[in-house]
């Protein structure tokens, strides 16, 4: 009886092996497929934040040309000017928050892989 026993564990200790083996083999290609892919997902990151700055420079001008800056007149009236202590909060989308860095975090994703590799 405590040879079967011996056995089973040696088998089941086979399979673990083959198990960890075949892991490790798909874990390493990963990493060499993401080390090829660097490059291209820093490009990518340049790109998302030029047109960041694209999308925020398009909004200011659409503002300016909604708002255009009216003529001075005569006031024909007395004007009551009011201000606004504070400015509205702007309201963010669901799910959605700001990443600051990108390209740090980025490149501290592919460091992280190359020093696990």
Same mark, same amino acid.
């Given at each position: 009886?405590?040879?079967?026993?011996?056995?089973?564990?040696?088998?089941?200790?086979?399979?673990?092996?083959?198990?960890?083996?075949?892991?490790?083999?798909?874990?390493?290609?990963?990493?060499?497929?993401?080390?090829?892919?660097?490059?291209?997902?820093?490009?990518? #990151?340049?790109?998302?934040? @030029?047109?960041?700055?694209? /999308?925020?420079?398009?909004?200011?001008?659409? &503002?300016? =040309? $909604?708002?255009?800056?009216?003529?001075?007149?005569?006031?024909?009236?007395?004007?009551?000017?009011?201000?606004?202590? #504070?400015?509205?909060?702007? @309201?963010?989308?669901?799910? /959605?928050?700001?990443?600051?860095?990108?390209? &740090?975090? =980025? $490149?501290?994703?592919?460091?992280?892989?190359?020093?696990?590799?």
């Amino acid at each position: 009886m405590s040879y079967l026993i011996d056995v089973a564990i040696l088998v089941l200790l086979v399979g673990t092996l083959a198990y960890a083996y075949l892991v490790d083999r798909r874990v390493k290609a990963l990493l060499a497929v993401l080390k090829d892919m660097g490059p291209v997902v820093g490009q990518f #990151s340049e790109a998302v934040d @030029k047109s960041e700055n694209s /999308v925020s420079m398009l909004r200011s001008v659409a &503002d300016k =040309v $909604r708002n255009p800056i009216p003529m001075p007149q005569a006031p024909e009236e007395p004007q009551v000017v009011s201000f606004r202590t #504070s400015r509205e909060k702007v @309201k963010k989308p669901a799910g /959605v928050t700001k990443v600051a860095g990108k390209s &740090d975090l =980025v $490149r501290g994703f592919f460091e992280t892989a190359r020093a696990r590799g």
